[in-house]
T-cell receptor, first 116, second 117 residues
């Protein structure tokens, strides 16, 4: 069973601080990694995708990937109360030796609370 | 901006009844997906669909489930005989390209909340 693990939280940070969210995955050959934001009762909304080792920045968000250690993280700078949501890490698990298609696999999500 | 739409937004049904959840993917997308999320749990992949056939399915997607693209715009998920444990939010998604390629971003619909009594 290919797994994606996240700390469920909640992670509580003050407004203006940096929020750091982490994710580990079990399938070493995975190549595609995604962070989604999900507000309660709503659908996942893509924040970032990352494919190469290192950092990828988009506005206040930075995704970091380390394939050797099999972890991916998301940093949110200058956190705002509107960032309060559950953040989902997702990995497209490649097909196995038997073939098939990639299977999107999600972690349970980390609940982030940004308090004023 | 184009978006994935789903109907109905809420569905209440009796155990053993059949339900059909409907999705309209983004018009130029070729790959379609269904996910479910039981309350408080993670998003779980059910099935992917391309070129009028299933590309991949999870263990959850058993004989009670089926998918269809009945016309050029709709993509449906049918649950033949609903069980209590089918109560969940069901999300449809679509992507322009095959997962594992560089243009594989999935766009999610707003979901259908299914409650089986």
């Amino acid at each position: 069973q290919k797994e994606v693990e996240q700390n469920s939280g909640p992670l509580s940070v003050p407004e203006g601080a940096i929020a750091s969210l982490n994710c580990t995955y079990s399938d070493r050959v995975s190549q595609s990694f995604f962070w989604y934001r999900q507000y309660s009762g709503k659908s996942p909304e893509l924040i970032m995708s990352i494919y190469s080792n290192g950092d990828k920045e988009d506005g206040r968000f930075t995704a970091q990937l380390n394939k050797a250690s099999q972890y991916v993280s998301l940093l949110i700078r200058d956190s705002q109360p509107s960032d309060s949501a559950t953040y989902l890490c997702a990995v497209n698990i490649p097909p196995g030796l038997a073939g098939g298609s990639y299977i999107p696999t999600f972690g349970r999500g980390t609940s982030l609370i940004v308090h004023p | 901006e184009p978006e994935v739409t789903q109907t109905p937004s809420h569905q209440v049904t009796q155990m053993g009844q059949e339900v059909i959840l409907r999705c309209v993917p983004i018009s130029n997308h070729l790959y379609f997906y269904w996910y479910r999320q039981i309350l408080g749990q993670k998003v779980e992949f059910l099935v992917s669909f391309y070129n009028n056939e299933i590309s991949e399915k999870s263990e959850i997607f058993d004989d009670q489930f089926s998918v269809e693209r009945p016309d050029g715009s709709n993509f449906t998920l049918k649950i033949r005989s609903t069980k209590l444990e089918d109560s969940a939010m069901y999300f449809c998604a679509s992507s322009e390209a095959l997962l594992g390629t560089s243009v594989e971003t999935q766009y999610f619909g707003p979901g259908t909340r299914l409650l089986v009594l």
